[in-house]
């Protein structure tokens, strides 16, 4: 079956009770036992719920792996997932990773105990400094947030394998139609369920899968024990989202292809980051490992002082944490998304303050051009006065 064929009739599609073609929320929190002891398939909807259910079994799918869990929030899972690990561990880490990601692991796991190295993890001599007796995992992004930086998975999971670690992906802004990197040689994928699968900027999710069962035992066992499930309307939410992941996904990278082009032409744009365009560093691996090169752009203005007064002069696109939505959104990591990485550390990884990250949309590309341009006309027009 084909991903755009999956992506509807994937997992669990249809209620086998009445044949109703969309999955009925199952809005319980329990279930009867008609004998003592001796529960039926749901016992407690933290435990299993057939809406959530249904949900995991198509992300499983989509993924390639062998079981799916669905959380709350993509840091729900992320948490869950780094529940695995024991104190004294150590963990690898690309050094522009989600800023929620890093918080988690500086603000509550190192207290616990488990402690990390942040790399630019493309390049293997920094991997193999990082490495020590205690490393149990590689932690990695691609494309990475905020600044599209591709690292080779495959290559990454071999050198991983090689050393005996795990290797954990996020492929929130890749998803599944354009990257499966359990299929590279990853154990574990994460995703938040908030962004492109969801799709519309309406509910808050995450998702955890693997191809390791002796993995999704113990993944399946925090997301009980931790309890940070997704509710069944979210996860109702969550797979409607995801029957039209295909088109909108062509449609958000046909779209950031154009904005990513007319943004390196614009005399008041510094510098441009988008895996699509020929002058990225890894243009050749995204084209490689990924079916497209997705809607996320992150862009530097020429002049930093002008920063504030562009993102405010925008009038179609949103400014707003987030992404992936069919709304365009723009923010400003260092004073947004990764506001909570301390500026030094920012700024060796290359997140300057004068770095914008545009989700790109699915409205028409003339309205997000002529934004864009009015918006960079104004700065300009601003800096000479
Ligand atoms: C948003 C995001 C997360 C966190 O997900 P939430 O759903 O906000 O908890 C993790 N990783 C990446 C790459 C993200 O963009």
Do not use: C
């Amino acid at each position: 079956m084909q991903l755009s064929t999956q992506l509807i009739h994937g997992g669990i599609s249809e209620d086998p009770l009445t044949g109703a073609v969309s999955v009925p929320i199952y809005q319980t929190s329990t279930y009867r036992q008609k004998k003592l002891g001796q529960p039926g398939d749901f016992e407690y909807s933290r435990s299993g719920n057939p809406t959530r259910q249904a949900l995991e079994a198509l992300i499983a799918e989509l993924e390639g792996g062998v079981k799916d869990f669905a959380f709350g929030s993509g840091l729900a899972a992320i948490h869950a997932v780094l529940s695995v690990f024991q104190p004294g561990d150590h963990l690898i880490l690309g050094d522009d990773v989600y800023g929620g990601t890093f918080r988690l692991l500086e603000k509550v796991f190192k207290p616990l105990g488990l402690s990390y190295t942040m790399v630019d993890s493309r390049e293997l001599s920094q991997l193999e400094a990082a490495l020590t007796d205690q490393t149990k995992a590689l932690y990695l992004e691609s494309p990475s947030n905020p600044l599209l930086k591709i690292i080779d998975l495959e290559k990454s999971a071999v050198w991983a394998k090689k050393h005996g670690l795990l290797t954990i992906v996020d492929n929130t802004f890749a998803t599944p139609y354009l990257q499966q990197p359990l299929r590279l040689g990853a154990d574990i994928v994460l995703h938040s369920g908030t962004k492109y699968l969801g799709g519309h900027s309406d509910l808050v999710a995450g998702l955890a899968t693997t191809n390791n069962a002796e993995l999704a035992e113990k993944i399946g066992f925090y997301q009980n024990a931790i309890g940070g499930v997704l509710g069944p309307q979210d996860s109702w939410l969550l797979q409607r989202g995801i029957k039209t992941l295909a088109v909108r996904m062509e449609a958000h990278q046909k779209n950031a292809e154009i904005i990513a082009n007319f943004l390196s032409n614009h005399p008041a744009v510094a510098k441009v980051y988008y895996p699509g365009l020929a002058e990225h560093p890894s243009h050749n691996v995204a084209a490689k490992q990924m079916r497209g090169f997705g809607g996320m752009i992150a862009f530097e203005l020429l002049d930093e002082s002008q920063v504030a007064n562009f993102v405010e002069s925008l009038k179609v696109i949103t400014l707003a944490e987030s992404l992936g939505g069919v709304e365009s959104l723009i923010e400003v990591p260092a004073i947004m998304t990764h506001a909570s990485i301390p500026k030094e550390q920012r700024e060796a990884a290359g997140i300057k303050d004068r770095l914008i990250r545009l989700s790109v949309g699915i409205e028409a590309v003339e309205d997000l051009q002529s934004d864009l341009n009015q918006a960079l006309l104004t700065n300009i027009t601003a800096d000479n006065s």
